[in-house]
């Protein structure tokens, strides 16, 4: 009998290839069985089914059976292929069986990704994508100082340097300057808010912006009383137009002027801001004036340059400083203006630094912070990873014992990291795509280039590469642990934990530094979101010198061709007077300017020195222009005298209310009756002082008071009507629920009118502090995520320490050892982890904080209070993650620790 | 232990490897001598590795620990003779070491629970 026959029909059953060399083999080891069965004295038949079993056990075998093949180098390449394929398998099947710690991981990864993701995404998009202009990085902002100003205007220019620069610059290509508004617009039906600039012809040079149809203006429009011609964006053209090519040429209405038509910009072309989406000409008036000599005219306004090739900018400045310098003395008004009459200093700055340097250093220290953030979720992963190492210990030390590489058990790790990575990249992707759409409502509405976030595919990459790279990192920790692992050490520590040794193992050690890291960071971000929010609510609660509860506010345009001038204040008076008498409200009144408007009216006078003697004083100051009971409205205090009253008519005394930085700079005590001659020298035309106000902070509680000048609207003379009147109201309820009242009120009064910019003094305080208040909820959201995984991962530490100590917790227990004593164990062990981790934190935390400081305001970087709450918050959250460990080791049986 | 857990396949995989690189130290032996030897020399108690003995070969001879070559000699049957290959050699010296410490290890924790 060969047998043969046999072993081909067991390998065909098994579906394995019949190799000759194996049927024959298995062949001869099948006879010769056989033949020994007989020979120890089985019958036939017993020792053919003692050989039919061996040749099924054969072919049964784990491996299929087969000869060395040719091409072991193809073999060997395919074989790490397979043996990666079965890594990521036996992976995936592992982390199925632990699906709690699967989801957990990818979660943590996800949001710490998803949350680095979209910062990194935002910073780059708004600080470093070069704008969309072309050759956008020799554009360049060009602003002047003058020396000695009390006044400033950040990023802008004067008539005077601007026309002594446009001619022929030597480090410029073209210079100009714009100025943006929102205007009402009409144009067929229905009239319709927009922002519009006013730019000098020279923008679409320096910008090298091209008209889709027609042709752009030039600085022929931009002679007074020239034609009054316009540009209108793409959007617009498409809205109000229907892309239809007679709307060259053809009008529209801003604010009640008629403009022609005259280009349409190519798409996408927007300038200063993506909001704007009109131009027109803007006239730099010159300096003197030809009629009268004594006349001075003054303009601000921003400006940009192109760059020349090979020039820098600290060239542009150079040049704008000498060609300033040369231009003709701004008199009295540059005096009025910034305070002083001295030289122009011109500064450049590539464009995109200047529009971005605000949120510069808000944006690094969110990126730093969500940096952190991510650091603290991996690191919250890689503590479990540890603690599933440090079971697994068993199975890999067997694994290294029989044979299995250390590279091939690191691979294995690594391979489930790269799995756990790869789902936390793709969720944190995920979860940054959520985010982008939720970005336009996050952010700001002043915030610069908002909407130049474009989402592509290099932020998957980028989500992906953070999550994989971070998780390699991370999970090479465990794979060190293995490479390193010791047979026998685990061993012993496996059967029987030695006394004590809970944290002192090396995974142990690895985990609490992983864990004092964790504990940390949460610190170093609580620290900046406690003193962000600390900072913000000083922010909100600061004395402004006026009361922003209760107040709705809104801004209502008045068109001349609607209401002319002469109508004016009755128009006002009317509405007013209406809308005092509406239910809940306690006053109503009208001004030029509400506090946290971008609007100033800076005039400037000359006076006799309330000092005696033949000193003149030139006295500058803000002028308002308001209605009676406008102070009470706001809840500005009258210091002394009284407020306007409806009396002060145009027929009766010139009066004026001046607030307390007035008096204090320009006045000696009484001020009451203290004549100022504001328009004219004569005493009979000048202005008594009937009331002294207290100061109001009217941008920002930083800003320090200004001296300020209230004039009644009935008494304001042409120059100084009110633009846009800003209505104001104080109710004893909701201020939100007046808000469909005064616009009936107002449609009421007069068809024609309607209302604009309708909102809360606290929603336009809040706006005002958008930024602060967008930095603030987001540290403070990472601050809570972070003490949320610290918190997390101490629970997990100090469970996997208690279960490892549970015989020694036995001991002590049997010798006598109360729960307390046994929870007090537990709970120092949690205590001194957060303590090692609270004090690192901190002190990172008091070298970092420097970096913010200038975002502050009414609190200071060494702030205890801050301290303080980060300690008890970081204790609490200790304390509770350690409670139910400590319960769980004080409930610990002696006996049944000890059997086990 | 599952028998699909890869624990237990390494274990079973790693102790036969093992047997198989000791059994052809000395001389080259052909597979019925190792089966033999197997049963022989652990009292029956591993005659569960006869089953897997052909696999355990080929996969040692894929992995070029050991080298298997048809011999024919006088008045017998063509038998295939198995060889340590030098690979084999450190192999087989590697794994000895880890063996002696665990049954080292083995001892100690005995010893220790005994105390």
């Known amino acids: 009998?060969?047998?043969?026959?046999?072993?081909?029909?067991?390998?065909?059953?098994?579906?394995?290839?019949?190799?000759?060399?194996?049927?024959?083999?298995?062949?001869?080891?099948?006879?010769?069985?056989?033949?020994?069965?007989?020979?120890?004295?089985?019958?036939?038949?017993?020792?053919?089914?003692?050989?039919?079993?061996?040749?099924?056990?054969?072919?049964?075998?784990?491996?299929?059976?087969?000869?060395?093949?040719?091409?072991?180098?193809?073999?060997?390449?395919?074989?790490?292929?397979?043996?990666?394929?079965?890594?990521?398998?036996?992976?995936?099947?592992?982390?199925?069986?632990?699906?709690?710690?699967?989801?957990?991981?990818?979660?943590?990864?996800?949001?710490?990704?998803?949350?680095?993701?979209?910062?990194?995404?935002?910073t780059y998009a708004v600080l470093v994508q070069p704008l969309r202009w072309p050759g956008a990085d020799r554009i360049v902002l060009v602003s002047e100082t003058r020396e000695g100003q009390t006044r400033t205007f950040p990023g802008i220019l004067t008539n005077a340097t601007y026309l002594a620069w446009r001619d022929a610059p030597s480090t410029l290509d073209n210079i100009a300057g714009y100025t943006s508004r929102v205007a009402t617009l009409t144009v067929g039906d229905g009239p319709e808010?927009?922002?519009?600039?006013?730019?000098?012809?020279?923008?679409?040079?320096?910008?090298?912006?091209?008209?889709?149809?027609?042709?752009?203006?030039?600085?022929?429009?931009?002679?007074?009383?020239?034609?009054?011609?316009?540009?209108?964006?793409?959007?617009?053209?498409?809205?109000?137009?229907?892309?239809?090519?007679?709307?060259?040429?053809?009008?529209?209405?801003?604010?009640?002027?008629?403009?022609?038509?005259?280009?349409?910009?190519?798409?996408?072309?927007?300038?200063?801001?993506?909001?704007?989406?009109?131009?027109?000409?803007?006239?730099?008036?010159?300096?003197?004036?030809?009629?009268?000599?004594?006349?001075?005219?003054?303009?601000?306004?921003?400006?940009?340059?192109?760059?020349?090739?090979?020039?820098?900018?600290?060239?542009?400045?150079?040049?704008?400083?000498?060609?300033?310098?040369?231009?003709?003395?701004?008199?009295?008004?540059?005096?009025?203006?910034?305070?002083?009459?001295?030289?122009?200093?011109?500064?450049?700055?590539?464009?995109?630094?200047?529009?971005?340097?605000?949120?510069?250093?808000?944006?690094?220290?969110?990126?730093?912070?969500?940096?952190?953030?991510?650091?603290?979720?991996?690191?919250?992963?890689?503590?479990?990873?540890?603690?599933?190492?440090?079971t697994r210990r068993r199975e890999v030390a067997i694994r290294s014992a029989l044979g299995a590489g250390a590279g091939r058990l690191a691979r294995q790790l690594l391979t489930e990291n790269l799995i756990i990575g790869a789902a936390g990249g793709v969720a944190g992707w995920l979860l940054s795509v959520g985010l982008h759409h939720l970005l336009p409502q996050m952010l700001p509405a002043d915030f610069p280039r908002a909407d130049e976030i474009p989402s592509d595919w290099r932020v998957l990459a980028f989500a992906i590469g953070c999550a994989m790279s971070a998780s390699l990192l991370f999970g090479s920790l465990p794979a060190v642990l293995a490479r390193r692992i010791n047979l026998v050490e685990t061993l012993v520590e496996d059967g029987s934990a030695p006394v004590g040794h809970g944290l002192r193992s090396r995974v142990g050690r690895m985990r609490t530094a992983v864990m004092i890291g964790q504990v940390a960071v949460a610190a170093i971000l609580l620290v900046g979101a406690s003193l962000l929010g600390r900072s913000f609510s000083a922010l909100m609660a600061a004395d402004r010198g006026f009361d922003p509860r209760n107040l709705v506010t809104a801004m209502l345009p008045i068109p001349e061709r609607d209401v002319p001038a002469a109508q004016r204040a009755e128009v006002l008076q009317t509405i007013v007077s209406r809308l005092s008498h509406l239910p809940g409200v306690t006053a109503a009144a009208v001004g030029s300017v509400l506090p946290l408007l971008p609007f100033d009216q800076p005039m400037a006078f000359q006076m006799p020195s309330p000092r005696g003697g033949n000193e003149t004083v030139s006295v500058q100051a803000d002028l308002r222009t308001v209605s009676p009971q406008y102070f009470r409205a706001l809840g500005v205090p009258l210091v002394e005298g009284r407020d306007f009253s409806d009396a002060d008519s145009p027929g009766s005394q010139p009066v004026v209310i001046v607030n307390r930085a007035f008096v204090r700079t320009y006045l000696k005590d009484p001020a009451l009756g203290v004549r100022l001659p504001i328009t004219a020298a004569d005493a009979a035309h000048a202005h008594e002082i009937i009331g002294v106000v207290d100061d109001v902070r009217q941008r920002s509680a930083t800003d320090p008071p200004k001296p300020e000048l209230y004039m009644t609207y009935r008494q304001a003379p042409e120059a100084f009507r009110m633009p846009a009147p800003m209505l104001v109201a104080r109710t004893s309820g909701n201020p939100a629920d007046l808000v469909g009242p005064l616009r009936s009120l107002v449609v009421e009064a007069n068809p024609r009118l309607a209302l604009d910019s309708v909102m809360t003094m606290d929603e336009r305080l809040i706006a005002s502090l958008a930024r602060p208040r967008l930095y603030a909820v987001l540290l403070a959201g990472f601050g809570a995520f972070a003490l949320l995984v610290a918190g997390a991962g101490l629970f997990g530490v100090l469970s996997y320490s208690v279960a490892q100590r549970s015989r020694e917790i036995g001991v002590r227990a049997a010798l006598g050892a109360q729960p307390r004593n046994i929870i007090g164990l537990v709970l120092r062990q949690g205590f001194v982890v957060t303590g090692t981790g609270l004090v690192i934190g901190l002190a990172a935390a008091a070298a970092l904080v420097r970096f913010i400081g200038a975002m502050l305001y009414g609190v200071t970087t060494d702030d205890p209070v801050t301290y303080a709450i980060v300690v008890v918050a970081l204790a609490a959250a200790a304390a509770l993650a350690s409670v139910i460990p400590a319960r769980n080791a004080a409930r610990i049986d002696p006996v049944r620790a000890m059997r086990r | 232990m599952d028998a699909n857990d890869p624990v237990s396949k390494e274990l079973k995989k790693g102790s036969a490897d093992l047997l198989i690189l000791a059994l052809v130290e000395d001389r080259p032996r052909h597979g019925y001598e190792m089966g033999r030897l197997i049963g022989e020399r652990s009292y029956g108690a591993l005659n569960y590795h006869v089953a897997s003995l052909y696999p355990t070969l080929y996969r040692l001879e894929e992995k070029g620990l050991i080298e298997g070559r048809w011999v024919e000699k006088a008045g017998q049957r063509r038998r295939r003779y198995y060889k340590l290959t030098p690979a084999g050699r450190k192999t087989l010296a590697a794994q000895r070491s880890v063996w002696q410490q665990f049954f080292v290890a083995l001892d100690r924790v005995a010893r220790f629970r005994e105390v």
Do not use: C
């Open chain 1, 193 to 390: 808010r927009i922002r519009v600039a006013s730019a000098t012809a020279s923008l679409f040079a320096v910008l090298q912006a091209r008209a889709l149809q027609g042709q752009l203006y030039t600085s022929d429009n931009e002679a007074d009383g020239g034609n009054q011609v316009i540009a209108i964006g793409f959007g617009l053209w498409q809205r109000r137009f229907g892309e239809r090519m007679d709307a060259i040429g053809s009008t529209l209405e801003l604010d009640g002027d008629r403009y022609r038509i005259v280009a349409v910009m190519a798409k996408g072309f927007a300038f200063p801001t993506t909001a704007t989406q009109a131009w027109i000409p803007m006239r730099v008036p010159p300096v003197l004036n030809a009629a009268d000599p004594q006349a001075r005219s003054i303009s601000l306004f921003r400006a940009v340059g192109r760059l020349r090739d090979g020039a820098t900018v600290s060239q542009a400045a150079a040049e704008g400083t000498a060609r300033g310098r040369s231009a003709p003395s701004l008199g009295l008004v540059g005096t009025a203006v910034f305070g002083t009459q001295g030289p122009p200093r011109v500064s450049a700055q590539p464009y995109l630094e200047s529009i971005t340097a605000d949120v510069r250093p808000g944006l690094l220290m969110l990126l730093a912070a969500v940096g952190l953030l991510l650091f603290a979720a991996i690191a919250n992963v890689a503590g479990m990873q540890l603690a599933r190492a440090s």
């Open chain 1, 1 to 122: 009998m060969t047998w043969r026959a046999e072993v081909r029909g067991a390998l065909r059953r098994q579906g394995l290839p019949e190799d000759d060399d194996v049927v024959e083999e298995l062949a001869q080891h099948a006879a010769a069985s056989f033949e020994a069965g007989r020979a120890d004295g089985l019958s036939t038949a017993a020792a053919s089914d003692h050989v039919r079993q061996l040749i099924d056990g054969w072919s049964r075998g784990a491996t299929r059976p087969r000869r060395v093949s040719e091409h072991i180098s193809e073999g060997e390449r395919r074989g790490h292929f397979i043996g990666f394929v079965q890594d990521v398998r036996y992976g995936i099947r592992l982390l199925r069986r632990q699906p709690g710690f699967a989801v957990l991981a990818i979660l943590l990864i996800a949001m710490g990704v998803g949350a680095a993701t979209t910062l990194g995404h935002v």
